[in-house]
């Protein structure tokens, strides 16, 4: 296990990949509302958490600078957590043979077909199944450099898509506060290309973020004004217009995370549009505007150690949970986020007054019968003005974009935003740890479960009084052994059986994809012994 005072480069879970001719992107627009004000998504209420987003209309007006989307340098990519074992090389390779064959065996076949061909395919064996679930594990620990509570982080992912959608990524804030981490998990749908900037570019920016609303706010105190380069002048006149439209004193971080989110998509689908129309390179295309078709959820937490307190941005529907353990005992989950799905009555009144008259704007439970999330970043069908769709996506769907599609019913767009809904909680010694993951896990798990099978790792790992837990787990790594839970979790009867996750693990992609997601997961343990 690493253990780490100051993890200062980011780290994201999956490979910078090439990027190809071809894509695939998904759905979402951008509307920030005029009264946005909403209460904890809980399973347990909590007098410590505050959830907030405040409404109105962000306008951001031209880029001083557009840096094509490129992986900065600085960033640190994690691959694999380790060198594995030449016995799990050869389980991998197993694997891959297996899912070759049945890949064939399941191609051309009808849906129907396909469920019952699924289910009579060969297992994999428990040594294949260990190589899968730990190839891309990772631990470490945090040692706070001005004191404060040690952290212990895992983190893993288990991929349908291939490439996997999903990214993680983590780092150490460095605006005036040594003791500020960032974990994020960003779901990405219609293709990899979204997540993978918003892993790449979101640390850099909220750090930036922190320190002009930092120097903002001592400015007015008297302090001395802040230098602003031209390419951060968007993100600090969005920072000023929120203050302004909210009305109030924001705290810090959580003015910063909102700032920072529209901001993003902001330079993800206006600023690379104009940048691409400035270029007028064909050969542009696809890495200025790929990450515009495509769109990604994002959940970014910021832990701070020193003041005892974890703050949640949520765009769209991946998920925080609070792991509590009572004096009694006995744990209890705890939201820190909120879905923004057709299923939050709240996204679905918000979505009601942004296109009054618009009976189609949430069909089949979806945005314009389309997108399942209701805010998102990315997603530029359901962001550009339709004149610029009909100017563009001809061509791009000539290139393998295949959601380069105008949505059914589009009058008013945007229709997507990715303005997040923020929680904070001030942490207190029952809060255990936090669990951060891609909705891929909750399609399987229930908050209940989830908290209950990382409370077992819990208890088997972390003995205050130094002595030998009678517990064990399977697993080191408490992502894994969440992961595991999720897998051989049964939907029907709800029991874990060891032949689910052989089965499930056992079908390729794409098929794998009607039997389950992407599965991505952080796991933050506070006061890590």
């Not at 805010?375 to 290139?399: H, I, M, N, T």
């Not at 935003?417 to 255990?432: G, M, N, W, Y």
């Amino acid at each position: 296990m690493q253990s780490t005072r100051s993890r200062r480069a980011l780290g994201t879970s999956a490979t910078p990949r090439q990027q190809p001719s071809q894509d695939s992107s998904s759905t979402a627009g951008k509307k920030s509302s005029a009264s946005d004000t909403s209460q904890p998504a809980s399973t347990g209420s909590t007098k410590r958490s505050l959830t907030f987003a405040i409404g109105g209309i962000v306008a951001l007006l031209g880029v001083a600078s557009y840096t094509l989307l490129r992986q900065p340098a600085s960033v640190e990519v994690a691959t694999q957590s380790k060198s594995a074992p030449s016995s799990s090389q050869t389980a991998l390779e197993s694997v891959a043979t297996k899912h070759s064959d049945a890949q064939k065996k399941l191609d051309g076949l009808t849906t129907k077909e396909r469920r019952e061909e699924a289910k009579r395919l060969g297992l994999l064996t428990a040594e294949e199944v260990d190589a899968v679930l730990h190839a891309k594990e990772n631990s470490w620990f945090i040692e706070p450099a001005n004191g404060g509570a040690r952290l212990r982080v895992d983190t893993n992912q288990v991929s349908s898509n291939d490439p996997i959608e999903d990214y993680l990524a983590w780092t150490t804030l460095s605006s005036n506060a040594s003791n500020r981490y960032m974990f994020s998990v960003f779901d990405g749908h219609a293709g990899y290309r979204c997540a993978e900037q918003l892993a790449a570019r979101m640390g850099p920016m909220l750090d930036k973020s922190l320190d002009f609303v930092a120097q903002l706010a001592e400015l007015k105190k008297g302090g001395k004004r802040p230098e602003i380069e031209a390419g951060d002048k968007a993100l600090v006149k969005t920072i000023r217009q929120i203050e302004r439209e909210a009305g109030l004193d924001w705290d810090q971080v959580p003015l910063a995370l909102t700032a920072t989110f529209i901001n993003m998509d902001y330079e993800l689908v206006a600023g690379a549009l104009a940048e691409f129309r400035k270029q007028q390179q064909l050969m542009l295309m696809d890495e200025l505007l790929g990450p515009a078709v495509s769109g990604s959820c994002g959940l970014v937490a910021v832990v701070d150690t020193e003041a005892r307190e974890v703050v949640v941005a949520n765009t769209g529907d991946s998920r925080a949970l609070l792991g509590v353990r009572l004096k009694n005992g006995a744990w209890k989950a705890v939201r820190l986020s909120q879905d923004q799905t057709a299923d939050n009555a709240n996204e679905v009144a918000r979505m009601a007054r942004e296109h009054p008259g618009e009976v189609a704007v949430i069909r089949r439970g979806r945005v314009l019968g389309g997108l399942m999330p209701t805010r998102a970043f990315g997603d530029c069908r359901y962001k550009w003005p339709l004149e610029v769709q009909q100017d563009l996506f001809p061509v791009l769907y000539s290139r393998g974009h295949r959601y380069a599609t105008t949505p059914p019913n589009y009058a008013t767009p945007p229709y997507v935003t990715a303005r997040p809904v923020i929680v904070k909680h001030l942490l207190s010694d029952e809060d255990k740890f936090i669990v951060i993951a891609s909705d891929g896990l909750y399609d399987q798990m229930t908050d209940d479960e989830v908290i209950g099978s990382v409370s077992q790792w819990y208890e088997a790992h972390n003995r205050k009084d130094g002595s030998a837990s009678t517990l064990t787990t399977e697993d080191d790594n408490a992502a894994t052994h969440l992961i595991r839970a999720a897998l051989s979790t049964d939907h029907s009867s709800r029991r874990r059986s060891d032949q689910n996750i052989r089965r499930l693990l056992a079908i390729p992609p794409p098929h794998s994809r009607r039997f389950r997601d992407d599965i991505s997961v952080t796991i933050v343990t506070l006061n890590a012994e």
